[in-house]
């Protein structure tokens, strides 16, 4: 079954407009964007590791790792303009970002082959066909060691409210991106509901919100 493309479309969200707020280091959503990242990069104790984040959109995360951390960095995505500023602002020897399809055929990028691999706050955007296909992805790109971190919003937290208050003052509306909802109790049986050999793929490692009352999930496998 082919991806559907969202209804949401994502281009209309201007270049660097979340980069932008991860990175000003002032008010509560740079704050969540900000911290997120760290929380995932904490986790990571192998030295010269490979990592492929998928949904990379402008770059942020991977401009904030080190190559002393992680040697070798992909990112994918699905926007053209966001590849575009990515590699303008962040492309290096070791960081490069591709440009992706919705079929995610990318026969340049090794299976088998990185240390970790990051699907962060991207699941909530897609439909449940679109997920599996990104789960089964990763798996097949992960090496067999390989940990593979997701997060997504929780909507047993307070996120509910924030996407609220943000869908009035905002001019960038979540409830027209965010389809699929996981909570902390239900991603992991939600995810292999997806995807029913996901216990077979994965072992979970560690769960856990990523800040005290954030409204996100680190999943951890």
């Not at 990069?41 to 991977?62: E, H, P, V, Y």
């Not at 002393?68 to 960095?73: C, T, W």
């Not at 599996?132 to 090496?143: R, S, T, V």
């Not at 509306?173 to 996901?198: A, G, M, P, S, V």
Request: aromatic share 14%; charged share 25%; proline share 4%.
């Amino acid at each position: 079954m082919e991806s559907k493309i969202p209804k949401f479309n994502y281009s209309s969200i201007p270049l660097g407009y979340y980069d932008e707020i991860a990175l000003r280091k002032k008010g509560i959503r740079s704050f969540w964007h900000f911290m997120k990242f760290k929380r995932i990069i904490d986790r990571m104790k192998t030295q010269n590791a490979s990592l492929l984040d998928i949904g990379c959109f402008a770059g942020t995360f991977l401009g904030m790792i080190p190559p002393e951390l992680v040697a070798h960095q992909i990112g994918i995505d699905i926007l053209e303009d966001q590849i575009a500023y990515a590699k303008q602002k962040y492309e290096t020897s070791f960081r490069r970002f591709q440009l992706v399809d919705f079929a995610m055929n990318t026969p340049n990028i090794k299976d088998h082959s990185f240390d970790y691999i990051s699907i962060i706050e991207v699941i909530e955007h897609l439909e449940t066909e679109e997920i599996k296909k990104m789960i089964q992805y990763a798996f097949k790109k992960l090496k067999p060691s390989g940990k593979l971190f997701i997060t997504t919003p929780n909507y047993l937290s307070i996120w509910p409210l924030q996407e609220f208050l943000l869908n009035k003052i905002s001019s960038i509306k979540y409830e027209e991106q965010h389809i699929t909802h996981f909570n902390y109790f239900n991603i992991h049986q939600k995810l292999r509901t997806i995807e029913k050999d996901f216990d077979t793929m994965f072992s979970l490692d560690y769960k856990t919100t990523s800040h005290f009352l954030t409204p996100y999930i680190a999943f951890i496998s």
